[in-house]
């Protein structure tokens, strides 16, 4: 089990298949790192799928079991009913869909949350005013890991919640159009505002965007639905509907437009937006700015309006 890690111990090795993993036989499979290895288990119906992951398990019998994972690609769905959703942070929300709908973050999960963050960062300042040992010393080297474990949590305890908002999501809806979700970008330095800056990156260790996305898009594979990924670029600032765009601080979340005199809410708008642009991404305020530098020479290329969205 630890011929390839000679300093290590391993009761569980996980490879991904990375093209090379194949079943070759009723009873034989070939796996990145060991060749091929004899099963018991009859595998020939599994000759024609495609392996994601295997796993070597040493059980405590002393036998060894071998996991698959397979990758299965469900019939995509007729399109019927759609909807776009903007995620949010604010008091908990974390969807507002093109529909006016919203869904929230439960009151007891993110509670849960906040009381584990609560104890990381008393084991953070616990570890920081130990200044006199080395960091390799046995007590620092146990607080970094209870950190690490308390973190771990934190990080699972939304995944229930955000797999119920999906489900939700797709009960009655064949397609879901939502932003491009970067969290290296969300957590750009604000060098102006570092304590709003701070305040959003706790947010986003709770509120995981990019999570969220992913199990979108999982559940999508699984029940045969859509979804689109849309370039987040001025999502909000963009009037739906309209050639106008206006900014407003973060925290507006509606206003009475310039030049329309409409009442805008930012969510809905946004939401909008995202799947009007999904399905047609010419409309796009990225690619008409692109297309009108283009058209003035100021530019060599326009951006491609399929550039901006991303199908599952």
Same mark, same amino acid.
């Given at each position: #089990? ?8 391993? $009761? ?16 034989? @499979? ?17 000759? &024609?799928?495609? @392996? ?8 405590? &019998? ?19 009913? #759609? ?10 929300? @974390? ?6 709908? %919203?869904?929230?973050?439960?009151? $007891? ?20 005013? @130990? ?29 229930? /919640? ?9 009960? %009655? ?23 709003? $800056? ?12 990019? /999570? ?6 999982? #559940? ?18 963009? %009037? ?24 805008? /809410? ?40 399929? &550039? ?5």
């Amino acid at each position: #089990m630890n011929y390839l890690r000679p300093n290590q111990s391993k $009761n569980c090795v996980s490879l991904p298949s990375s093209g090379q993993a194949k079943i070759i036989s009723a009873h034989f @499979i070939k796996i990145q790192d060991y060749g091929t290895i004899q099963v018991v288990e009859n595998i020939k119906n599994m000759k &024609n799928t495609k @392996i994601v992951t295997t796993k070597i398990k040493r059980k405590a &019998n002393g036998q060894f079991e071998l996991q698959i994972v397979f990758k299965t690609i469900n019939e995509r769905k007729g399109i019927v009913n #759609m909807i776009g959703a903007d995620w949010n942070m604010k008091n908990n929300k @974390i969807w507002h869909t093109s529909d006016n709908d %919203e869904l929230y973050l439960s009151k $007891n999960v993110s509670d849960k949350a906040d009381k584990l963050e609560a104890e990381i960062n008393k084991l953070k300042s616990q570890r920081d005013l @130990i200044t006199w040992l080395s960091q390799k010393s046995q007590r620092i080297t146990k607080l970094n890991e209870d950190i690490r474990y308390l973190s771990s949590k934190r990080s699972h305890i939304p995944t229930a /919640e955000y797999k119920r908002m999906a489900k939700e999501l797709f009960a %009655e809806n064949d397609l879901i159009a939502i932003e491009n979700l970067n969290a290296k970008k969300m957590r750009k330095r604000n060098q102006i505002n570092v304590k709003q $800056n701070k305040a959003k990156n706790r947010k986003l260790a709770k509120i995981k965007p990019y /999570e969220m996305g992913r199990l979108l898009i999982q #559940m999508a594979n699984r029940l045969g639905k859509t979804v689109i990924l849309v370039d987040s670029y001025k999502t909000s600032q963009a %009037e739906y509907g309209t050639k106008y765009q206006e900014k407003h601080d973060v925290n507006d979340g509606k206003w009475v437009s310039k030049h329309t005199e409409a009442i805008i /809410e930012r969510d809905l708008n946004a939401s909008r937006n995202i799947l009007a642009w999904a399905l047609n991404p010419k409309e796009h305020i990225k690619y008409k700015e692109s297309l009108k530098l283009y058209k003035e020479g100021k530019i060599k290329t326009a951006i491609k309006p399929l &550039n901006l969205i991303t199908v599952n």
